[in-house]
């Protein structure tokens, strides 16, 4: 396999342009979670305001309380959804959280301009490629912008 290089974790995010679309994915994993072998941490929706304010629901394990993982998904969301007016000044403070999430910028920007228009987002971590193509299939069922964000070692 030379030149070649297994994906071994991804975030998969999926825009829709409404907020019920994304409780109604969330809702079809959340029953599939168990089967799709994805912990309840893995999983953030993203609700943007009319505003423009947004705001983050995330499942935390009371056994762990806040976690490195709530870190990740703030750091990820705020590449994400950084305000357009604030897009350059984000970018760059943004730039040096980038290693913190092991994302490539070229990809990450790709799903900033997909998801620029999107009301909500269901972002999920996956690792392995069954899981991670039973987690797509289910979301493209949705019919939602979908980017694929491997993460970087």
Do not use: H, Y
Request: hydrophobic share 45%; net charge neutral; glycine share 10%.
């Amino acid at each position: 396999m030379t030149g070649t290089r297994a994906v071994i974790s991804e975030i998969v995010v999926t825009g829709f342009g409404d907020t019920q679309t994304a409780f109604l994915a969330r809702a079809a994993l959340a029953r599939l979670q168990k089967e799709l072998g994805i912990a309840t941490e893995d999983v953030a929706m993203v609700l943007r305001g009319v505003d423009g304010d947004v705001a983050v629901q995330q499942t935390l394990n009371r056994d762990t309380g806040m976690s490195e993982l709530s870190t990740f998904w703030k750091t990820l969301i705020d590449q994400l959804f950084a305000s357009e007016l604030l897009a350059s000044t984000a970018s760059e403070a943004a730039s040096g959280k980038r290693a913190t999430t092991g994302i490539n910028s070229t990809l990450m920007s790709r799903a900033v301009n997909q998801l620029r228009l999107c009301e909500s987002a269901l972002l999920v971590r996956t690792s392995g490629l069954a899981q991670q193509g039973k987690v797509v299939g289910l979301l493209q069922g949705f019919g939602g912008e979908l980017a694929r964000l491997p993460l970087e070692p």
